[in-house]
């Protein structure tokens, strides 16, 4: 899970770098502001990859997901990027809990077996 979940969030940081980009020349917010959310929200991008086994971290990675759809207030393409990731995380954590479940059923068989 860990591998799938990491590899949307940090296509989610890069996002996020062309979405300031882009909001610097389409919006009024203060470009002080701006970069200050977005930084923020890159680096939890990154941060949250190393929190992925811990408790609570699949947890912020949807409120991260509910932070990305509301930039569509001030870029408004992020309204459907963020669906779009939130989908990509669902799938993440869904199919690589899955994958996790078979990897251990797996072990567990060589185990028994050797």
Do not use: N
């Not at 699949?58 to 779009?84: D, E, R």
């Amino acid at each position: 899970m860990r591998t799938l979940c990491s590899s949307t969030l940090i296509g989610e940081a890069l996002v996020i770098l062309f979405a300031a980009l882009v909001a610097m020349q389409l919006s009024d917010v203060p470009h002080g502001s701006l970069w200050a959310v977005s930084g923020v929200a890159m680096a939890l991008c990154v941060l949250l990859c190393g929190m992925l086994g811990r408790r609570g971290g699949v947890a912020l990675g949807w409120a991260l997901q509910a932070g990305l759809i509301a930039s569509g207030l001030v870029v408004p393409a992020m309204y459907g990027l963020g669906v779009v990731f939130a989908g990509l995380w669902w799938c993440s954590v869904h199919y690589g809990r899955r994958i996790d479940a078979i990897k251990a059923a797996r072990a567990q068989a060589v185990t028994q077996a050797g």
